[in-house]
């Protein structure tokens, strides 16, 4: 990130569950997919499993995760504990050793503006080692 953003994350402990406000989180999922098309569907379908408010709000958009191909998606969502409209980033990219990599970028719609600068420089920053 620049000297001049920052992003602070918002967490709320609803019925025993934490709820991100603002958030990023980046992990790697396990995909029975050797394609990355076919791996991120999968993953976007578990998201929607767990959580029936998560909508799509744009198609996959191609981007480069650290030199790598990969896939973007907005995604529309109501805050289980805020009950506000938020918006849900993904980017996906596939690992060496078959695994894929995700970050899920998390701010509520009318913070949107103030976040997205930061959501990009962290994707731009990201270094993978696999």
Not at 4 to 17: C, E, I, K, Y
Not at 23 to 52: E, H, K, M
Not at 109 to 124: A, C, E, K, M, P
Request: overall charge neutral; cysteine-free; hydrophobic content about 35%.
């Amino acid at each position: 990130m620049d000297s001049g953003s920052r992003l602070t994350a918002a967490l709320v402990q609803l019925n025993g569950q934490t709820v991100f406000t603002h958030a990023v989180n980046a992990g790697v999922a396990q995909s029975r997919y050797g394609n990355l098309q076919q791996a991120t569907n999968d993953f976007i379908n578990g998201l929607q499993q767990g959580n029936p408010n998560l909508r799509a709000r744009s198609n996959y958009q191609r981007v480069t995760v650290d030199g790598r191909a990969g896939y973007f998606i907005a995604l529309n969502n109501v805050n289980e504990a805020t009950n506000q409209p938020e918006v849900v980033n993904v980017v996906t990219t596939q690992l060496r050793n078959g695994g894929m990599f995700y970050l899920i970028q998390v701010s509520p719609n009318n913070d949107y503006g103030t976040y997205q600068n930061v959501f990009s420089n962290i994707l731009r920053s990201l270094q993978l080692n696999d």
